[in-house]
């Protein structure tokens, strides 16, 4: 079985204000470069889709309500999983609102799959007031495309004897794996239908698509699908992005945003019990031109304060962040954790200590050319026995601790809060250039008192 919910963010969100239920909605969070989270079906009917930006869809449907993101959709997400679990351990959640169910267990057992694919909506139904829409079939592939059919708030059951009756007609963009620029290369050698690429041979599928995906094309076609239902799913990458309201080139801002994604990122690592094995960092300008950088660590990690130093280093090297303004105004930017591993399995730390230097005077740490987690010797000029007012000294930093203190400051939140503990990057500094203008209004009130009180 899959399982769909129904327009989750909207439908929740309707808990709260019943009295918008019919009237096109759109769930997204406010702001010029908002995108469209979830909208009710009555807006869809005009165009609306998530993803799509909100000035978009308030083209479509001017008179749409807009609602921000405020609900507890985790809350109900975990409650629908756990009905599920109800009726089968083998349950793989794909998103905060969907998941596959293995009922083959409860099948063997004399149970019919229908009918605990109806119980299960019922009780979402009864106990959660949410709608939700399923599909029943022989495998994960014909059971997303039954739920997707199915919506809004139905059922769809396909027998093993009925596959390609269900399949046939439908237009290849539905299968899963189909996207568009398959479905376009499909429609310029006429195929449009699954009918007509189940026509197609599987070496013409090859030549045309290549080995691994003419392959797929001719399975799914047929409706083959044998991936197994995964109670726990193997993330490849993590990570999060940050679209600016104006594109801005303040050093300052973006810094503190690729802080606050890595800190972000750093948290979601330590809970998952994760390790990053690569960084990949994303910068996206004005008009969309999207660029992505590749940053490769000597050793696993789940610091957010180092992922932020390398992520910084990285953007300094490459002259994407040069003073106090970038070169370029930045669009987006965004930080990701990639070839993950797991925490439990330990770490290959490195044989040597790394020695870095800084320039003697100042707070900032030198950039070494020799990548992240390596650091220059110096020029033969800062090694000289008279160092010159700009010198260079040598300073010998111990293995990375940050991960230690980030395990302890989750404790200490999880314990108060968020707010308890946190960098001092994260601290707002108070304006000390209005603190001066009025000490200065002061004196200048004081010496004007006291210029009065002598000509009194």
């Given at each position: ?312 280093e990285a953007l300094r090297a490459d002259g994407i962040l040069t003073g106090a303004e970038a070169p370029r105004p930045i669009r987006l930017i965004g ?122």
């Amino acid at each position: 079985m899959h399982l769909d919910m129904d327009a989750f963010f909207v439908n929740v969100e309707l808990l709260e204000n019943p009295s918008l239920r019919g009237k096109p909605i759109i769930v997204a969070p406010t702001g010029p470069r908002s995108v469209v989270c979830s909208a009710s079906y009555e807006a869809r009917a005009h165009g609306v889709h998530s993803g799509m930006p909100l000035s978009c869809a308030l083209s479509e449907v001017p008179h749409a309500t807009i609602l921000p993101l405020r609900a507890d959709y985790r809350y109900y997400s975990r409650a629908v999983m756990g009905i599920l679990r109800d009726l089968s351990p083998l349950v793989e959640q794909v998103s905060v609102d969907e998941a596959f169910v293995d009922l083959t267990g409860a099948y063997r057992h004399g149970q019919d799959p229908v009918q605990l694919a109806q119980r299960a909506r019922e009780r979402i139904t009864r106990e959660l007031s949410l709608p939700s829409s399923a599909g029943v079939a022989p495998n994960k592939l014909l059971a997303k495309m039954a739920s997707t059919g199915s919506k809004p708030n139905g059922l769809w059951v396909v027998p093993p004897g009925r596959v390609q009756e269900f399949l046939d007609p439908r237009p290849v963009s539905a299968l899963w794996g189909v996207g568009s620029k398959s479905t376009k290369l499909l429609a310029s050698y006429g195929i449009q239908t699954i009918t007509q690429l189940r026509s197609m041979s599987i070496d013409w599928l090859r030549d045309r698509f290549g080995t691994s995906h003419g392959e797929y094309l001719w399975a799914v076609a047929r409706g083959i699908d044998d991936r197994p239902v995964l109670t726990e799913r193997d993330e490849k990458s993590m990570g999060g992005e940050h679209t600016f309201s104006e594109d801005t080139a303040e050093a300052a801002v973006i810094s503190g945003i690729v802080r606050e994604l890595s800190l972000k990122l750093g948290r979601r690592l330590r809970e998952s019990g994760r390790l990053a094995g690569r960084l990949s960092l994303k910068i996206r300008y004005t008009g969309f031109e999207t660029h992505t950088r590749s940053v490769p660590l000597s050793s696993p990690l789940d610091s957010g304060m180092r992922i932020a130093e390398l992520a910084l280093e990285a953007l300094r090297a490459d002259g994407i962040l040069t003073g106090a303004e970038a070169p370029r105004p930045i669009r987006l930017i965004g930080v990701r954790a990639e070839k993950l591993a797991r925490a439990e399995d330990g770490v290959q730390q490195a044989l040597f200590e790394s020695i870095k230097y800084k320039p003697a005077g100042r707070g900032s740490r030198g950039r070494g050319s020799g990548g992240a987690g390596v650091a220059s010797l110096g020029s033969s000029k800062s090694r000289s026995s008279k160092p010159a007012p700009e010198a260079t000294e040598a300073v010998l930093v111990k293995a990375d601790r940050w991960s230690e203190v980030e395990h302890v400051m989750d404790a200490i939140q999880r314990k108060y809060s968020a707010e308890s503990i946190k960098p001092a990057s994260g601290v707002a500094l108070p304006d000390r250039r209005a603190d001066d203008r009025l000490r200065g209004a002061e004196r200048d009130s004081a010496e004007e008192s006291a210029e009065e009180s002598r000509d009194e």
